[in-house]
């Protein structure tokens, strides 16, 4: 069992908040707008909480789960706060034509999230390449990069709490690569398969 806070009362919130707590985790919901966090908190249910936006967050790992733009600002505020936690970066950070990404240099959300985290905080991206009803409905392969082997262990323990397969790619670098799959994962919705219905797995050969 993970503790978990999540920052953010969006889509990606409810349906990680819902399977944290199907997986038997507990969940507070930190929002910039109160109500939208204790709401979401109330339709979770037993096992989630609401905390107070910008204060130390109850759990040990902590999922951002805002639009790629707020990501770096909002660590930013709580600064000393995400001391020694886990952050968990979800964000797909696109271009508006969304054929590519929003930052032209070899970077990614998570390295920059990094930089304006505590130095005692961990960084892990997860859960980007995955459409929000297949991570609600389906049981998809999550890949996760992050240079720090403990927090990735606590991560991919939380994954496979909601039944889920984690595949660790490498280091925190490999985010780029992993927003970049966001881009894939995108393409492949408006041509290939034509739905978002779908997310990408690898297929291994029998040993
Ligand atoms: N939806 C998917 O299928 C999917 C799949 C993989 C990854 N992702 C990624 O997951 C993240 C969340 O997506 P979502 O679908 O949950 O989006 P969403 O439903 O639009 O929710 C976005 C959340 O971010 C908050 N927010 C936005 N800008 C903010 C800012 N500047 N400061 C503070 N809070 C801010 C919003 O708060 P308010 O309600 O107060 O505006 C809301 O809680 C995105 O980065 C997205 O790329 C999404």
């Known amino acids: 069992m993970s503790n978990i806070s999540i920052i953010g009362t969006g889509n990606m919130a409810r349906t990680i908040g819902a399977r944290a707590i199907a997986g038997g985790n507990t969940v507070e919901v930190m929002g910039r707008d109160q109500s939208k966090a204790a709401d979401l908190a109330k ?83 997860a859960f980007n390449t995955i459409f929000r009803r297949v991570l609600e409905e389906g049981r998809p392969d999550v890949f996760i990069a992050g240079d720090n082997a403990q927090a990735k262990a606590s991560v991919e323990a939380f994954i496979e709490s909601l039944e889920l397969r984690p595949l660790d790619v490498g280091g925190l670098k490999m985010a780029h690569w992993l927003e970049g799959a966001g881009v894939v994962t995108v393409g492949l919705a408006n041509h290939g398969v034509g739905n978002l219905d779908f997310a990408l797995s690898i297929t291994e050969l029998p040993v």
């Open 43 to 125: 339709a979770l249910g037993e096992g989630a909480t609401t905390g107070e936006w910008g204060t130390a967050p109850a759990g040990d790992i902590v999922i951002v789960a805002l639009l790629y733009d707020g990501v770096v600002p909002v660590v930013a505020q709580y600064g000393d706060a995400l001391a020694g936690k886990v952050i968990v970066d979800i964000s797909n950070p696109f271009n508006p034509t969304f054929d590519g990404l929003a930052h032209r240099e070899e970077t990614s959300i998570a390295q920059e999230l990094a930089k304006a985290a505590p130095a005692s905080a961990s960084v892990v991206k």
